[in-house]
């Protein structure tokens, strides 16, 4: 009976070290998975990241011509606008000078109205 027992004993010890082993592979497959799904993240986010980068030097460069151009269109419109502003002073200069004289030299003095006369 105590062989039939070591015997039992002997099977129950080998079947758990059988299952020790099991669990072990299945922890080493579990971290495995782990580290394989976080290098393709890596590898995505990288690609993704690629991409757009790309996507944005090709949006600037098509953005970067066109605000030369306003830029210079700016440019332009300003100077017109300049010249004419001149031209407008050319013209008008002797008649505003002279409107700005005939106010100041012509002074009606009065008393203001809140001015208290005796006091």
Known sequence: MAASNSTGIQTLLEAEKEAAKIVQKARQYRVQRLKDARAEA?????ELKADKNEAFKSFEQEHAGSSDQTSHRVEVETEQKRVEIEEAF???????????????YAVEPKIHRNARLGH
């Open 42 to 46: 890596a590898k995505e986010i990288e």
């Open 90 to 104: 050319g013209k008008n200069r002797d008649a505003v000078l002279q409107k700005l004289l005939e106010t100041v």
